[in-house]
């Protein structure tokens, strides 16, 4: 995508800077334009998982391969990092393989803005977090509901421990914050990492082709800085990237573990 961008930007006086129409791709083909490369990546990113796991766990041994150390070591963190740890050992494992799986795909789609020709991530389009935040915000209502009865976890949700009086105010910032804010923040944390960090890369590497092009001698001076940064930011994109999967996927570990507790 950003090489695509540099030549029409090399091409353009005067030249055009990134902005949030570069995060609305138009359809590879034209009879279906629900097909975009964010489409085509996270289809990659199912299929990758897919087939990793099936190539690891093909001829499973009780010594490990490789392969299959990687796959149990990856199951294995968020299964006793985040499932047990978080919800608990009890209910915890009922939770790992929707909890690791959330995990994977996220680091996997997050990764892709960093890797060539494909230099950006689908979370980075607010329409990819906001699905994978209402699979989770279905799941935590159902199981409080399957939990505690409807009536009950709506109590549980709504009504905290407080004296009569101050009730009126805090049920609806009780209501907010459970019905309202969790899927929307949830949501919005990760589109904002990933938008904002491909918006940076997107500046610093086409800054430095607008820069090295400049007629001004000491303009261009400064072009080699900005590759440097772009190669830095690239760099701290790739820790954002496994911070956000991870934080996503406690969230909703946490959320879980709230409509399963017994007391708001």
């Known amino acids: 995508m950003v090489s695509g961008q540099v030549s029409l930007l090399a091409d353009a006086r005067p030249p055009f800077p990134p902005g949030v129409g570069d995060f609305f791709l138009p359809g590879i083909a034209g009879a279906y334009p629900w097909l975009t490369k964010f489409t085509l990546m996270v289809w990659f990113a199912v299929a990758l998982i897919i087939l990793f796991f099936l190539v690891s766990y093909r001829k499973p041994q009780l010594v490990p391969t490789k392969s299959q150390w990687l796959a149990e070591s990856m199951y294995g963190f968020i299964r006793d990092g985040v499932a047990k740890e978080v919800i608990g050992a009890r209910d915890g494992l009922r939770f790992a393989p929707y909890l690791a799986s959330l995990f994977l ?51 549980l949700a709504a009504i905290p421990p407080a004296p009569g009086y101050l009730l009126p105010l805090l049920i609806p910032i009780e209501l907010v914050q459970n019905f309202i804010t969790r899927p929307v923040t949830l949501a919005l944390r990760l589109f904002a990492n990933m938008f904002a960090g491909h918006l940076l890369l997107l500046v610093f590497t086409l800054g430095g082709f607008v820069l090295a092009t400049s007629s001004s001698g000491l303009i261009k001076t400064f072009s080699p800085f900005s590759f440097l940064m772009a190669i830095v930011i690239t760099l701290f994109e790739l820790f954002v990237a496994a911070l956000q999967a991870y934080v996503f996927t406690i969230l909703t570990a946490s959320y879980v573990e709230s409509s399963l507790a017994e007391s708001h």
Not at 127 to 139: E, G, H, K, N
Not at 144 to 151: A, Q, S
């Open 105 to 155: 795909f996220l680091l996997v789609t997050n990764v892709f803005g960093i890797i060539p020709f494909l230099q950006i991530s689908p979370n980075a389009h607010i329409a990819f977090p906001a699905t994978l935040a209402i699979l989770s915000y279905i799941l935590y209502l159902a199981v409080g509901v399957r939990k505690h009865g409807l009536v009950g976890y709506f109590k």
